[in-house]
């Protein structure tokens, strides 16, 4: 008798839960846009931000209200942008080449030495904030690894001498890396960009000679060597443009301090966990 | 009101449903890391544990003691909970979209969590009446607010410590959580009775 009781009672209020459950469900239905659903399954789901909007969802939404363009994430490619756009019912947007970010210091612990021991908080920004930071050059990389922290995709990890290496395969083009940086070293470049001067000092090659042994000295024989006239002098710093550059690698040769490097697809392998 | 008074301090310090009960540990360990949502989640938590309270009581006091089915408290509040976080969210939802912008998110997670399941069943072992339930409710999730926010401050600023590799992350919020429930342990020496003068 106590069982069907039991079973009764506990079936009854299942049951005028469950009916409750139902009415409101309609009573309080919320109208959305199915294409929101359908573009937030598109979308790579990190909630990275890099397109300006909170999250994913927020682009989606966006999207859908005609406040953001269909190709407004800038990390999933022009593939995702062309299913959105047929979600969306509108002509795919012309595709844009893919950037990867890419480090412009080769600095590391053994080519660039330390002015102070610093001893503070574990971030880029943090260290660069007192006094211009420990790094003999006021341009390299600290190595506190500040972006492998940022990047959400875990396309940067710090190499065994202090610089961050990026995994190109996994980089999104997403930029959290590249404003994580306070020194501005790391930089979107074309993919098929191969050959990039590593250097951002603008110090005068004397200098630099003293203080790193991989930067750039300003010396202008890439500028002389390259037949396209692609490189150019800008503030004792060599700078490729990219659009001439046909990745010919002259200049690579003749670079006295090998600062300009061809791009090494092995250089990923050689990456280490470290934080 | 002076055993109001003791439900409600026992509750958020000598009681607290984290630190010294050892309920509702996943949001607690899964929701720290950040102070903001800490306090989404212990908004949310509030809410749904104040609730919870005042109507399971109905439902235990109301249905199964005329009926002698006491035994099926337990399964029958986590049926009452379930349904009861899904019917707020939905009303939320309609109602208030900013308000489920701050809380909709942490609602599902707490449907089926141990610290309402537990302070709706300590109601009933402490035979309550329904306003000491309603407080004991809110008290018991005032406590776990309490602790997470405390907790998540203080995980936000580990973010920015120099932590032994190995432990990094998990291990040293473990640790912590340890050490402030044995810190917690200190308020268990108080007389709260004798405090607000109910013997």
């Given at each position: 008798m106590g069982v069907v009781q039991a079973v009764v009672v506990l079936g009854l209020t299942g049951a005028v839960f469950g009916i409750v459950l139902a009415v409101a469900a309609k009573k309080f239905q919320v109208e959305q846009d199915p294409r929101q659903d359908e573009i937030v399954q598109l979308l790579p789901g990190a909630n990275c931000g890099a397109c300006g909007f909170p999250g994913c969802s927020g682009l989606a939404a966006s999207i859908v209200a005609g406040d953001a363009p269909v190709n407004g994430?800038?990390?999933?490619?022009?593939?995702?942008?062309?299913?959105?756009?047929?979600?969306?019912?509108?002509?795919?947007?012309?595709?844009?080449?893919?950037?990867?970010?890419?480090?412009?210091?080769?600095?590391?612990?053994?080519?660039?030495?330390l002015r102070f021991v610093y001893d503070g908080l574990a971030q880029c920004r943090a260290q660069n904030s007192v006094a211009g930071g420990a790094k003999a050059c006021t341009y390299g990389c600290l190595g506190m690894g500040s972006c492998t922290d940022a990047c959400k995709f875990g396309a940067i990890q710090m190499g065994p001498n202090g610089l961050p290496i990026v995994d190109e395969a996994k980089c999104t083009s997403c930029g959290m890396c590249v404003d994580a940086c306070p020194r501005g070293i790391i930089q979107l470049v074309p993919a098929s960009q191969d050959v990039t001067v590593l250097c951002r000092s603008k110090i005068r090659g004397a200098e630099v000679r003293k203080t790193c042994k991989i930067g750039c000295i300003g010396c202008g024989i890439c500028v002389k060597a390259c037949p396209k006239g692609a490189i150019t002098l800008e503030d004792n710093l060599a700078v490729i443009n990219c659009a001439e550059c046909d990745s010919c690698g002259i200049c690579v040769e003749k670079c006295p301090t090998k600062c300009i490097t061809m791009r090494d697809d092995t250089v990923p392998d050689k990456a280490v966990h470290v934080s | 009101m002076g055993k109001l008074l003791v439900i409600f301090f026992g509750g958020v310090l000598l009681n607290n449903f984290i630190l010294s009960r050892f309920l509702g540990i996943c949001p607690f360990i899964g929701i720290s890391q950040r102070v903001e949502t800490a306090a989404g989640m212990s908004i949310a938590v509030i809410?749904?544990?104040?609730?919870?309270?005042?109507?399971?009581?109905?439902?235990?006091?109301?249905?199964?003691?005329?009926?002698?089915?006491?035994?099926?408290?337990?399964?029958?509040?986590?049926?009452?909970i379930a349904a009861l976080v899904q019917l707020v969210e939905m009303v939320i939802q309609k109602s208030s979209p900013p308000l489920y912008q701050a809380l909709g998110i942490y609602l599902p997670l707490i449907t089926t969590n141990c610290a309402v399941l537990g302070v709706t069943l300590l109601n009933v072992s402490e035979s309550?009446?329904?306003?000491?339930?309603?407080?004991?409710?809110?008290?018991?999730?005032?406590?776990?607010?309490?602790?997470?926010?405390?907790?998540?401050?203080?995980?936000?600023r580990m973010e920015l410590s120099e932590i032994p590799e190995s432990l990094k992350g998990f291990p040293i919020a473990l640790i912590t959580a340890g050490l402030m429930s044995m810190a917690f342990l200190g308020f268990a020496g108080f007389r709260l009775e004798a405090l607000f003068g109910v013997m």
């Open positions: 994430c800038p990390v999933s490619g022009g593939k995702v942008a062309s299913k959105i756009a047929s979600v969306m019912g509108v002509e795919p947007a012309p595709q844009t080449e893919r950037k990867v970010a890419r480090v412009f210091c080769q600095g590391d612990s053994d080519k660039c030495g | 809410f749904v544990m104040g609730l919870a309270s005042v109507v399971t009581w109905f439902f235990h006091n109301m249905i199964l003691v005329p009926l002698g089915l006491e035994y099926l408290q337990t399964i029958g509040f986590i049926l009452i309550y009446s329904l306003l000491e339930a309603a407080i004991n409710g809110v008290a018991g999730a005032s406590g776990f607010a309490l602790a997470i926010l405390l907790f998540a401050a203080i995980r936000e």
